[in-house]
């Protein structure tokens, strides 16, 4: 795929990724003191955080192939995708837990 493309599906899934996240803890989360909690666990709060770590992970990953103008998705890219994704994640779980 060309630059321009890899652009598309960059933004598309970003944006995708954080409607999820925002719908995850608007539909399900509560503001207690200082700390954002989620209070009223449904079966679509695990469906919509799941799809926003896939809408991560495909941006990511397209953001990667962007970057060494790659014409398919490799494992290697896929790899380094998947790492990012993870340390994004984390790094949102350690906040909370400030």
Do not use: E
Request: net charge positive; charged share 10%; hydrophobic share 55%.
């Amino acid at each position: 795929m060309s630059s321009k493309d890899w652009s598309i599906v960059q933004w598309a899934s970003f944006g995708g990724a954080l409607l999820l996240l925002f719908m995850t803890f608007l539909m399900t989360g509560d503001i207690q003191g200082n700390r954002l909690v989620l209070v009223n666990p449904t079966p679509w709060m695990y469906v919509l955080f799941g799809l926003s770590m896939i809408g991560y992970f495909f941006f990511i990953l397209a953001h990667i192939c962007k970057r060494n103008d790659a014409k398919r998705i490799t494992l290697r890219l896929a790899g380094q995708a998947f790492f990012w994704t993870v340390i994004f994640y984390w790094a949102l779980y350690i906040i909370n837990q400030i």
